[in-house]
Nanobody, 120 residues
Framework: QVQLVESGGGLVQPGGSLRLSCAASGNIFRINIMGWYRQAPGKQRELVAATTRSGTINYADSVKGRFTISRDNAKNTVYLQMNSLKTEDTAVYYC??????????????WGQGIQVTVSS
């Protein structure tokens, strides 16, 4: 019912930049949270950045000052601008969306993941 389409990943050298995009479509009543998680090889998935519909933003300490999350509610799209990339940022990045239905039921949706590789 809900589809998340991610784009913008790839290979970049340390210190470089990438911009990730995630567009949500389908049976959407209201998107409350949009954000990004990542999972490095052999590691557990962790929060990178998230934003609520009202504009509250939360970043992981490891990306503060380097990454910027933004959201276009009209387009149901969330972006992650990643600057000053480090090798430790290498991971599969997953878009996350939380939707609250008219009944009040919460539903979480995940993108299929997009690879970000930072290497010299």
């Amino acid at each position: 019912q809900v589809q998340l389409v991610e784009s913008g990943g790839g290979l970049v050298q340390p210190g470089g930049s990438l911009r990730l995009s995630c567009a949500a479509s389908g049976n959407i009543f209201r998107i409350n949270i949009m954000g990004w998680y990542r999972q490095a090889p052999g590691k557990q998935r962790e929060l990178v950045a998230a934003t609520t519909r009202s504009g509250t933003i939360n970043y992981a300490d490891s990306v503060k000052g380097r990454f910027t999350i933004s959201r276009d509610n009209a387009k149901n799209t969330v972006y992650l601008q990643m600057n000053s990339l480090k090798t430790e940022d290498t991971a599969v990045y997953y878009c996350h969306v939380r939707i609250v239905r008219s009944s009040g039921t919460k539903s979480d949706y995940w993108g299929q993941g997009i690879q970000v590789t930072v290497s010299s």
